[in-house]
């Protein structure tokens, strides 16, 4: 979570990476891997994004519309949300630095237009506004509460194409235990068959899982620094990623000598400096979102 700097401190972002939020490399390399392979394959369709926060997922999502294609995001920005829960999740995590006109700007930085944007809480997708069967992709990364997740679900449901895919987020996080419950509800109720498994999401189609495995499994992953497992979940088989925790690098002869030479200040906070260091590259990234 960015501290509580205001967005409108913030400069311009120059690097995708300069946008705050919490879509990291794997499942940027997962969104596009899956995309691009879309599009490859001729599927078309419009993209779909619940929950925005200030457009580091969203650019992605534009950098892979075709001609023809929309993208549509939804999300609160700096409206109220509709129950109290909701407004005490807002107010904990996105409030202080959240604003529409921050996403815009965000947007406008990595593209010549914006994206269709519904400023509202997700519910309002309810209405049939997104057509049925209209998306090939949606990412759902809104409200972290049970009802509005499973909702948030619906909404996908209903406006994927047949083999479109879903991106769920948090759907094993702590802090998260209403996604959890709507994602294997979807599961083992709504008939939402899983495909990849990552740290942070989730991923499934109600469409040709075999497919979209076959789809996954055509890429090196390990050779890009992932890992890469299979699983079987209630006979679904399901690829599953992560990322490769590199092996303690060994100290080379000048290091050590230039911890011997230093005097015995000096070389405690090295140390520290070296093992903080460590302990960062070794962690991957456990966001509070
Ligand atoms: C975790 S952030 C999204 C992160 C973003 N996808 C990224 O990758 O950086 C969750 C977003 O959902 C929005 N949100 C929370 N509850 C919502 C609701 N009920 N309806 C619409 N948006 C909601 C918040 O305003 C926040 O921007």
Request: aromatic share 8%; net charge negative.
């Amino acid at each position: 979570m960015p501290d509580a700097e205001t967005s409108a401190a913030r400069p311009a972002p120059v690097k995708r990476d300069d946008i705050p939020g919490w879509f990291f490399s794997l499942d940027r390399a997962a969104f596009g891997h899956l995309l691009s392979a879309q599009s490859a394959a001729g599927v078309t369709g419009d993209i779909l994004e619940l929950g925005s926060y200030l457009g580091r997922s969203a650019v992605l999502l534009g950098d892979h519309l075709q001609p023809g294609e929309r993208l549509t995001v939804c999300d609160l920005f700096d409206s109220e949300a509709g129950d109290a829960d909701n407004a005490a999740e807002m107010a904990m995590s996105y409030r202080k630095t959240l604003t529409r006109s921050a996403f815009e700007a965000n947007y406008l930085a990595f593209h010549r237009e914006l994206p269709e944007i519904v400023q509202a809480p997700t519910s309002v997708l309810a209405d049939g506004r997104i057509p049925a069967g209209s998306c090939r992709f949606v990412h759902v990364d809104a409200s972290h509460l049970y009802e509005h997740v499973a909702g948030d679900i619906a909404v996908a449901r209903s406006a994927l194409a047949e083999d479109g895919l879903v991106a769920l987020d948090d759907y094993r996080s702590e802090h998260t235990p209403g996604v959890s419950a709507a994602v294997w509800e979807a599961v083992f109720i709504g008939g939402l068959r899983p495909v990849l498994l990552t740290p942070m999401k989730f991923y499934g189609t109600w469409g040709d899982a075999a497919a979209v495995r076959e789809v996954l499994l055509r890429r090196d992953w390990r050779a890009g620094g992932y890992t890469v497992d299979e699983d079987t979940i209630a006979g679904s088989a399901v690829v599953r990623l992560n990322y490769q925790v590199k092996p303690p690098v060994e100290r080379s002869t000048s290091r050590r000598l230039a911890l011997d030479l230093l005097p015995p200040v000096a070389t405690r906070a090295t140390r520290r400096m070296l093992r903080t260091l460590r302990e960062r590259r070794a962690a991957p990234p456990v966001p509070n979102a």
